[in-house]
Nanobody, 124 residues
Framework: QVQLVESGGGLVQAGGSLRLSCAASGRTFSRYSMGWFRQAPGKEREFVVAISWNGGSTYYADSKKGRFTISRDNAKNTVYLQMNSLKPEDTAAYYC?????????????????WGQGTQVTVSS
């Protein structure tokens, strides 16, 4: 069992930055690939980025490359999402998720555990 708690969301002006954190419980965090998804009001949840268990591989949605960066610290059981040059269309609830898989990490079905989400609002 893995429990995930996101933090770091908030209100930011367009062009600004935020760093989201996702803290995981349990001793097996390093065994899981981790991902970030987001869901805007009235829209489906979409993939943002994922990282392999050891941080050796990352996977980005095309539209997020260059602005978003995922990283992890297995010693702290934490995964991070650095978001730069934020746009109003980045406004959404952001969720982290843990997957025991190493493939298909862009799909929600690959993930075993989900956090409750943290809200990011970007004003124009």
């Amino acid at each position: 069992q893995v429990q995930l708690v996101e933090s770091g969301g908030g209100l930011v002006q367009a062009g600004g930055s935020l760093r989201l954190s996702c803290a995981a419980s349990g001793r097996t965090f390093s065994r899981y690939s981790m991902g970030w998804f987001r869901q805007a009001p009235g829209k489906e949840r979409e993939f943002v980025v994922a990282i392999s268990w050891n941080g050796g591989s990352t996977y980005y949605a095309d539209s997020k490359k260059g602005r978003f960066t995922i990283s992890r610290d297995n010693a702290k059981n934490t995964v991070y999402l650095q978001m730069n040059s934020l746009k109003p269309e980045d406004t959404a609830a952001y969720y982290c998720a843990a997957s025991s898989n190493s493939a298909a990490l862009t799909t929600q079905g690959a993930y075993d555990y989900w956090g409750q989400g943290t809200q990011v609002t970007v004003s124009s």
